[in-house]
Nanobody
């Protein structure tokens, strides 16, 4: 089995910063893409940022220039540095990873349990 555990959420004032972490553990042979998604109340889950094992990144337009995604392949961990936070960034943030559990396996996507980020105005 594979587990993704997020940490680093919390309450911050507008203009502040937070850093989210997500560590993958369990039966892991390799991980290709890792990413962060978020879901605000009454809205659909949306992509925030993704990063491949080679370091290529992709960001939602709404967070470009404010958020930075990075990863430590040796630790199977992905990070999201969030700066200049706005009230509209308030949401539950979910980690996602494409995991191959053994050499002949395909890649399957797993989700973390989510961490709340609240930005006050």
């Amino acid at each position: 089995q594979v587990q993704l555990v997020e940490s680093g959420g919390g309450l911050v004032q507008a203009g502040g910063s937070l850093r989210l972490s997500c560590a993958a553990s369990g039966n892991i042979f390799s991980i290709n893409v890792m990413g962060w998604y978020r879901q605000a109340p009454g809205k659909q889950r949306e992509l925030v940022a993704t990063i491949t094992s080679g370091g290529s990144t992709n960001y939602a337009d709404s967070v470009k220039g404010r958020f930075t995604i990075s990863r430590d392949n040796a630790k199977n961990t992905v990070y999201l540095q969030m700066n200049s936070l706005k009230p509209e960034d308030t949401a539950v943030y979910y980690c996602n990873a494409g995991v191959r559990r053994w050499v002949t396996d395909g890649f399957y996507f797993y989700w973390g349990q989510g961490t709340q980020v609240t930005v006050s105005s």
